[in-house]
């Protein structure tokens, strides 16, 4: 069941236009309303365990609701079968239903971790594209290779079988959708249901087996500083600017001790797309935290936030800071170029048959 706090804010926002300037700005004023989004003190960026039965009680429920229905899914011959009808050549109306599916599942199951799967499928999105190597034209979204062990068990994609899991009931629902495709929309899903800004997405991804899976190493290691960042990012395509851009992803959810070994939330906000992040860089003072597990910092005021160093070396970077303080500064700046560098991490090596004037955008739910 959805919480009241969720019921409230969703309610809130269909009675009103969906405009960015309605968008609420999280700043230290409004933390405690902000709060009221769920009543959990865990967060979801990096999955760990679900503390409920409900995501296996809505898959089943989902499979059983299909049946009640009459209908069943099966593809044979390139075509796909959804009850009586035969998709062969899905259109936008098609993939905006699949996104309707993704958004009501992550509303519906709010008992995971800070009350939103969201930020671990933003994870999932990003972990799936970020294998991406320019040189050798190997790894990104096509292909979602994160199924099998080899790439699902590297120490970066810790916890991600959660929202593999969680979308699993969804590609039984839409079997014409590729894993690639569906994982990606559920990155653009996640990010637009969060309020953050509408990310243009087009499809064509399709799936690889065992053999395409990319090495460990490629995803960066958060005990690492700028010129381990500069290397990972660099590799992919991206400058400076892009590096911080995306940074800015972890305004959302949290790491856990027993994924990642780091422990904690970087904002007080973390199932709400925002640049709260660039600004509690800049405006707190952080501190090494003292503590059994890696390095990490944490605010000096209430020690309840932590960075990484991966984190802190975008303001230790001259280079790197000037566009923290750019984003600090302006959050619609930062709303455009992270849409705009979700869009080109989400399509790295996929080999499209159609144009980039193609690309969709989908009606968030709210």
């Known amino acids: 069941m959805a ?3 969720r019921i409230f804010t969703r309610s809130a926002l269909r009675s009103t236009p969906a405009t960015y300037a309605f968008r609420p700005t999280i700043t230290h004023g409004n933390r405690i309303a902000q709060s009221f989004r769920s009543s959990r003190r865990s967060y979801s960026s990096e999955a760990g365990s679900s503390k409920s039965s409900s995501g296996l009680v809505w898959g089943f429920g989902l499979t059983a ?25 899905p259109t936008k109306d098609d993939y905006q239903k699949v996104y309707n599916t993704i958004a009501k599942a992550i509303e519906d199951n709010d008992e995971y971790d800070d009350g939103s799967y969201g930020p671990v499928l933003l994870r999932l999105a990003w972990h799936a594209s970020g294998t991406y190597d320019a040189t050798t034209r190997t790894g990104g979204s096509n292909g979602a290779t994160m199924r099998f062990a080899p790439e699902g068990d590297h120490g970066a994609n810790a916890g991600l079988k959660a929202a593999r899991d969680f979308l699993e009931p969804i590609k039984a629902q839409f079997p014409w959708i590729s894993y690639s495709d569906l994982w990606t929309l559920g990155g653009v899903c996640a990010v637009q249901e969060m309020q953050g800004p509408i990310v243009p997405w087009r499809p064509g991804r399709s799936d690889r087996d065992i053999s395409a899976c990319t090495p460990d190493g490629r995803l960066p290691d958060a005990s690492k500083e700028q010129n381990h960042l500069r290397a990972i990012f660099g590799r992919m395509g991206f400058d400076d600017r892009e590096i911080v851009a995306l940074s800015g992803a972890h305004a959302l959810g949290r790491c856990h001790t027993d994924r990642s070994g780091f422990d904690g939330p970087w904002t007080f906000s973390p199932t709400v797309v925002s640049n709260d992040y660039f600004k509690l ?31 802190m070396a975008l303001i230790k970077d001259k280079e790197f800071r000037k566009h923290v303080e750019r984003y600090a500064k302006d959050d619609q700046l930062w709303f455009n170029e992270f849409r705009d560098v979700l869009v080109k991490l989400f399509e790295l090596g996929v080999p499209f048959t159609s144009k980039e004037d193609d690309r969709w955008t989908f009606k968030p739910t709210f």
Request: no cysteine.
């Open 281 to 311: 860089l800049l405006d707190d003072k952080w501190q090494w935290r003292k503590w059994n597990g890696p390095k990490q910092y944490e605010d000096a005021s209430t020690k309840s936030l932590m960075m990484l160093p991966t984190d």
């Open 65 to 89: 609701a299909a049946g009640a229905a009459g209908y069943y899914y099966y593809t044979t011959g390139g075509f796909s079968v959804q009850g009586n009808k035969v998709i062969s050549a």
């Open 3 to 5: 919480s009241a706090a």
